[in-house]
């Protein structure tokens, strides 16, 4: 990068962390820590609950996902609007009415301790290792940028955010937010608009979209129901309604953003704000993906993105092999570049025969050049066991890095560590304000009045702190696991089907009592784990799976178990 490209991303962290500690102060009760005052508007709720679920991988890694796969992914999404109707009519009044401080709370009530404090565990868990892929992403982008160890870049990743989290809690979070939206919008706006304009004067918009459709990229929408399809219209409605339910109404990183809110309205208007608008995000996401897949239609791209391995096969003794490929490669996409020429030329014509004709030809090449990258991959992973032989996640990166204009570059890699801090940041933040008030306060009885309520500020900083060291061993790992967009929505289905169960036997079966729920809850969760297991469904169905398993079970047995006393639901 340029020098004013750092110039760009460092002023940019540099604002977010500071405007955080700025609004961040003043913070001095646990009430006033976890709660951030609630006095949050609509907006600030709205834009704090997008931020928190729009971290770098959806930069990073979305974008690669669309370039591989095409645009199916923004499927996963559609039953989100759906999911915040549902929740602002059911839950979120429930939430203000009992005056909550976190999900779990209302379970204890329900049900009894240990059934809130299963819950509260399984948010724990899944989310403190979701926050390690999570950073993972920022540090991947300094370890391309700078070379520097990726266990060096975790921990100053890491660190740069616990600096306003653990300081100013809540608040500082939702105020950081406002500021890294901002810095994401106009970076992967601006960086939408100069991938179109750098495609060759000849090639409009529309010529890319119908480049892109012609290889398979622009496959929006699915009908064909299969269960062992991840992304399609069925999946994306039913598992993915699920989904949303869990995470926006039991996921405390979600909750904590619109219980900041000042009132009920203020609370419902934010979290369908982010109904409304992630759909339609995830979708320029992803068309920003196929933009730069089309891009790379008339410019030779890396045979592997991902430079590290490359660079290990090319000092053994296979880089004369590896060579060879990389000049078939090129030939092969230098035909595919002529290809998508005469195919861009026979719509300009407008003759259906011709252009079909060249439709098929372009399709033709671009197999030759797939089929020529798989042999170099499988090269690579003999040179390097072990290695992923995936590079979703550095296309965007390495396109960003040798195609667009000095200044550009430093804000969309600020634009995903914005993305990366604020996820972080909601999420650390819900971490520790779970632990202290499920597990801590609970658990040991803390006072809340004023004098212990200073107190619960110092062990929600400790909390926050520890879950951020958590995360960071856990990032680590998160190499491992693939596209990391896909992993981070895996790990969570693995567990919120269960906690909505957990939830909806709550409020909607009445006669099922605490032990019952509890074992449900165990059952079901062991049985969602198994699936993953042994057998190819696709993660979002385990979402629906989990939470009809919680209430099923619990209902039986509740027929069996001895009848504990306990309240009738909330209403």
């Known amino acids: 990068m340029s020098r004013i490209d750092w110039l760009v991303l460092g002023g940019a962290l540099l604002f977010v962390v500071l405007w955080g500690l700025y609004k961040g102060r003043g913070a001095k009760t646990g009430d006033s820590y976890i709660g951030g005052g609630r006095d949050h508007r609509w907006w600030l709720i709205g834009l704090s609950i997008i931020a928190t679920q729009t971290s770098a991988i959806t930069f990073l890694s979305t974008p690669g996902l669309a370039y591989v796969d095409g645009m199916r992914f923004v499927q996963f999404y559609f039953g989100l609007p759906l999911a915040a109707v549902v929740l602002s009519v059911t839950l979120i009044p429930l939430y203000h009415r009992l005056k909550v401080s976190t999900a779990y709370e209302i379970l204890e009530a329900r049900f009894d301790l240990k059934t809130r404090l299963l819950a509260a565990c399984l948010f724990?868990?899944?989310?403190?290792?979701?926050?390690?892929?999570?950073?993972f992403a920022p540090a991947l982008v300094l370890s391309v940028l700078l070379g520097w160890s990726i266990h060096v870049n975790i921990l100053l990743v890491g660190t740069l955010v616990m600096i306003y989290t653990v300081t100013g809690g809540t608040k500082a979070v939702a105020w950081a937010h406002s500021s890294q939206m901002v810095i994401i919008a106009c970076g992967m706006l601006l960086a939408g608009i100069m991938t179109a304009h750098r495609l060759p004067a000849h090639v409009s918009f529309s010529d890319a979209l119908h480049v892109a459709g012609g290889l398979g990229r622009l496959n929006v929408i699915?009908?064909?129901?299969?269960?062992?399809?991840?992304?399609?219209?069925?999946?994306?409605?039913?598992?993915?309604?699920?989904?949303?339910?869990?995470?926006?109404?039991?996921?405390?990183?979600?909750?904590?953003?619109?219980?900041?809110g000042s009132d009920l309205t203020q609370s419902r208007l934010g979290l369908l704000l982010n109904g409304m608008i992630k759909?339609?995000?995830?979708?320029?996401?992803?068309?920003?993906?196929?933009?730069?897949?089309?891009?790379?239609?008339?410019h030779t791209p890396p045979v592997f993105f991902n430079p590290g391995p490359v660079k290990q096969v090319m000092a053994g003794p296979d880089a004369a092999a590896y060579q060879?490929?990389?000049?078939?490669?090129?030939?092969?996409?230098g035909l595919q570049s002529q290809k998508a020429e005469a195919y861009v030329l026979a719509r300009h014509g407008g003759d259906a025969t011709q252009i079909e004709a060249a439709k098929v030809q372009l399709q033709q090449a671009h197999a030759t050049s797939e089929t020529v990258r798989r042999q170099a991959v499988k090269l690579i992973e003999k040179a390097n066991p072990g290695t992923n032989p995936s590079d979703t996640n550095y296309i965007f990166l390495a396109y960003v890095l040798s195609s667009l204009p000095v200044g550009l570059v430093g804000l969309v890699i600020a634009a995903v560590f914005s993305g990366s801090m604020s996820s972080m940041s909601g999420e650390i933040s819900a971490l520790g304000a779970t632990t202290v008030v499920d597990l801590w306060r609970r658990l040991i009885g803390g006072s809340r009045g004023q004098h212990e309520g200073s107190r619960e500020v110092w062990v929600g900083r400790l909390a926050t702190f520890a879950w951020g060291c958590f995360a960071m061993g856990f990032a680590e790992y998160a190499a491992r696991l693939g596209s990391l967009i896909e992993a981070v929505n895996i790990l969570g289905s693995l567990f919120y089907g269960t906690i909505l169960g957990i939830f909806?036997?709550?409020?909607?079966?009445?006669?099922?009592?605490?032990?019952?729920?509890f074992y449900a809850a165990l059952v079901a969760e062991a049985g969602v784990l198994l699936c993953f297991t042994f057998t190819r469904i696709s993660f979002l169905w385990y979402n629906l799976i989990g939470c009809v398993a919680v209430v099923a079970l619990a209902w039986c047995f509740s027929l069996i178990l001895p009848t504990g006393t306990h309240p009738e639901p909330a209403s």
């Open 279 to 298: 759909v339609p995000m995830q979708f320029l996401i992803l068309l920003l993906g196929a933009l730069v897949f089309v891009f790379y239609q008339f």
């Open 124 to 135: 724990l868990l899944q989310r403190g290792l979701a926050v390690g892929i999570t950073i």
């Open 222 to 260: 699915d009908t064909h129901f299969d269960p062992n399809n991840r992304y399609n219209l069925w999946s994306g409605l039913i598992g993915g309604f699920f989904l949303m339910l869990s995470y926006f109404g039991t996921d405390q990183s979600q909750v904590q953003r619109y219980l900041a």
């Open 504 to 517: 909806i036997t709550a409020f909607y079966v009445k006669r099922v009592h605490g032990g019952a729920a």
């Open 324 to 333: 060879a490929l990389e000049a078939d490669f090129a030939q092969a996409r």
